[in-house]
């Protein structure tokens, strides 16, 4: 790649082993574009209070995960049918499911 940016599929085993190296567990649920597909991750813990973090480009150059949505608790499906439609314009799309104890402490060690 000429932007110097790992493939998608490398910085997703990475962010897979990060989660498990903080006693979290994490896994695809939706795989994308092999090599450039846009990687979005979604936190949560124990299964609750989901937040999508999406790698959006920084003034500075870097490319950083930034909160895109948050679960409403009062409609649950909300959420789920915003990563459908993002699936549906997306066919490159990478979507992660991270739990893990402190979501922000956990994007905030992701790579830019």
């Given at each position: 790649m000429s932007d110097g940016r790992l493939p998608?599929?490398?910085e997703v085993a990475a962010i897979l082993?990060?989660?498990e190296s903080q006693g979290g567990f994490a896994t695809v649920i939706e795989k994308g574009e092999r090599d450039a597909g846009t990687i979005l991750v979604v936190t949560m813990f124990r299964g609750?209070?989901?937040v999508l973090f999406e790698r959006m480009p920084q003034s500075d150059g870097?490319?950083?995960f930034v909160l895109a949505k948050s679960q409403d608790?009062?409609?649950q499906m909300e959420f789920s049918e915003y990563l459908e439609?993002?699936?549906r314009?997306?066919?490159d799309i990478w979507i992660l499911?991270?739990?893990v104890a402190d979501a922000e402490r956990f994007v905030a060690s992701l790579p830019r």
């Open positions: 998608a599929h490398l082993r990060l989660a609750e209070n989901a870097t490319r950083a608790t009062e409609n439609r993002r699936k314009q997306d066919g499911e991270v739990d």
